[in-house]
């Protein structure tokens, strides 16, 4: 038989894998944790660098983290990112997907686009890790430039696919780079330490409305070309 024609079980993971952003309470063992973290470092790096950091943020000082970002959020403190994370200004194309990704958010939760109460709850609860049993905040040395972010962004993919492949749900939260120097300074972390995202990981809440958001991906033609003969 052809490999082509066998079921491939990375492609249906891939393809499977969802933001999740409610979670059932049940812990995640440590031993699971690390074990999907050895996982995740397996990913290529220029040079086998291997830049970033995972750390696990739990008990009190989770409760501080994410009571010192809404703080920063709800009272209007100006965003300072150590990177920069989108396109400035926005070029429309990646706008509309922007704006479609936001309604297959708030169209699976029912929020109306003129709620804005609504939306900002659902967004105040980044901030919250989204009530996952597992609060990770992920950083990378300062020293690095965009391509230590790229390897980073790779092993980050496989964290999350070596989550899913075990039952696990997870959600990337880039809110969280939008108040480095609250994050570090509520975590102890040296200046040295840039904050890329946050990351939520557990058992994925299957009855919960917003964990049916479905987003669509560009056609190949979009992103995808061939030169030469």
């Given at each position: 038989?052809?490999?082509?024609?066998?079921?491939?079980?990375?492609?249906?993971?891939?393809?499977?894998?969802?933001?999740?952003?409610?979670?059932?309470?049940?812990?995640?063992?440590?031993?699971?944790?690390?074990q999907l973290l050895r996982v995740a470092r397996?990913?290529?790096?220029?040079?086998?660098?291997?830049?970033?950091?995972?750390?696990?943020?739990?008990?009190?000082?989770?409760?501080?983290?994410?009571?010192?970002?809404?703080?920063?959020?709800?009272?209007?403190?100006?965003?300072?990112?150590?990177?920069?994370?989108?396109?400035?200004?926005?070029?429309?194309?990646?706008?509309?997907?922007?704006?479609?990704?936001?309604?297959?958010?708030?169209?699976?939760?029912?929020?109306?686009?003129?709620?804005?109460?609504?939306?900002?709850?659902?967004?105040?609860?980044?901030?919250?890790?989204?009530?996952?049993?597992?609060?990770?905040?992920?950083?990378?040395?300062?020293?690095?430039?965009?391509?230590?972010y790229m390897d980073l962004g790779m092993a980050?993919?496989?964290?999350?696919?070596?989550?899913?492949?075990?039952?696990?749900?997870?959600?990337?939260?880039?809110?969280?780079?939008?108040?480095?120097?609250?994050?570090?300074?509520?975590?102890?972390?040296?200046?040295?330490?840039?904050?890329?995202?946050?990351?939520?990981?557990?058992?994925?809440?299957?009855?919960?409305?917003?964990?049916?958001?479905?987003?669509?991906?560009?056609?190949?033609?979009?992103?995808?070309?061939?030169?030469?003969?």
């Open positions: 038989m052809n490999s082509n024609t066998l079921p491939d079980i990375h492609e249906q993971l891939v393809h499977a894998r969802r933001s999740i952003r409610a979670y059932r309470s049940d812990p995640v063992p440590e031993a699971l944790l690390q397996q990913a290529p790096s220029g040079g086998n660098l291997q830049p970033g950091h995972f750390t696990l943020v739990q008990g009190r000082l989770r409760d501080a983290l994410t009571q010192a970002l809404l703080a920063d959020w709800q009272g209007g403190v100006p965003e300072k990112e150590d990177y920069s994370y989108f396109p400035r200004p926005m070029p429309m194309a990646l706008r509309k997907r922007q704006v479609a990704s936001a309604q297959a958010l708030y169209g699976a939760l029912g929020v109306a686009r003129e709620d804005r109460a609504g939306r900002d709850a659902q967004f105040a609860r980044n901030y919250r890790f989204f009530d996952a049993p597992v609060a990770l905040v992920i950083t990378i040395d300062s020293r690095f430039g965009a391509g230590g980050l993919h496989g964290l999350q696919l070596a989550a899913a492949a075990r039952g696990l749900g997870s959600c990337a939260i880039g809110a969280l780079a939008s108040y480095p120097d609250t994050v570090r300074r509520v975590l102890g972390l040296p200046a040295s330490e840039h904050i890329v995202c946050g990351m939520a990981l557990g058992w994925p809440n299957e009855d919960a409305p917003v964990n049916r958001t479905q987003t669509t991906r560009a056609p190949l033609h979009e992103y995808y070309r061939v030169l030469g003969e």
